[in-house]
């Protein structure tokens, strides 16, 4: 890394896990229990695809999922020493997940891209403009409020332009709104690129799975076979590995992402 001239930090959903933010087990019972016990829901993330019968249950679920993964700091501090490692580095970060932790920890955030999306973030379910609104007062108010897995009708979120329901900004289908923000960081992003073409790139992946490894993964074994002078560094719990053609210029290290970061 001390040899690179800049660092592409790609990072998936293994990154949040090893710092804590873990969907099922211990902290799922800890949050959920009640969800749990009603509905036989038996993690977060399937309960958010629960059919709630109604509105003011449905929020009382995603608004304790959204505090609790977004605006509650995460148990480890995996991302502050991933920061430190980036003391003094030229970097950027593109990242699948979408809680917040990179900005949280205290990284540049016209360093950052969230390809898809922000818990932070609400836009119109329609949707009816590209625009997204920051949710975290109206959050609080929810899970401050809700009583027996309700929350109060008046805190149900609807758009500010057309009065359609409110959604999470979360890429899920093609009503994934991109707002400017969304598309500010994608420029800056491709010109980090763009201008360092040719150097020597240390691209870092770090907990990247194949869910969607078209946003991260698949573009930086592209880039690292274009660029001779670039590196691929991949470390995620067994799923660490790369195509024969940059196994030169790799390194793969299938092991537990904090203390490897921890050590560093």
């Given at each position: ?8 930090i790609g990072a998936g959903s293994g990154l ?91 990284f540049d955030k016209h360093r950052l891209f ?97 869910n969607t490894p078209v946003i991260i993964k ?47």
């Amino acid at each position: 890394m001390s040899e690179a001239d800049a660092v592409v930090i790609g990072a998936g959903s293994g990154l949040s896990t090893a710092a804590g933010f873990t969907y099922t087990g211990r902290r799922f019972r800890q949050y959920f229990s009640d969800f749990a016990e009603k509905y036989g829901i038996q993690n977060m993330y399937t309960g958010g695809f629960y059919p709630f019968p109604s509105p003011e249950e449905y929020w009382a679920y995603w608004s304790r999922y959204i505090f609790i993964n977004r605006y509650q700091d995460a148990p480890q501090p995996v991302y502050e020493a991933l920061l430190k490692l980036m003391q003094n580095k030229d970097y950027f970060v593109i990242t699948t997940n979408v809680d917040h932790c990179f900005q949280k920890a205290g990284f540049d955030k016209h360093r950052l891209f969230y390809t898809q999306g922000d818990y932070g973030l609400f836009q119109c379910s329609e949707p009816c403009c590209q625009k997204t609104y920051d949710n975290e007062s109206i959050i609080r108010q929810m899970v401050e409020q809700q009583r027996d897995m309700h929350i109060p009708s008046e805190l149900i979120p609807h758009c500010p332009v057309c009065g359609k329901p409110m959604t999470m900004n979360l890429r899920a289908d093609d009503k994934f709104v991109e707002d400017e923000g969304w598309h500010r960081a994608a420029e800056r992003y491709e010109n980090f690129l763009r201008i360092r073409a040719g150097q020597k790139i240390l691209f870092l992946e770090l907990g990247v799975g194949y869910n969607t490894p078209v946003i991260i993964k698949y573009p930086f074994w592209q880039m690292t076979a274009k660029n001779p002078h670039s590196t691929y560094a991949c470390i995620n719990q067994g799923e660490a590995a790369c195509p024969v053609e940059i196994l030169h210029q790799a390194i793969c290290v299938n092991g537990d992402l904090a203390a490897i970061l921890y050590c560093l």
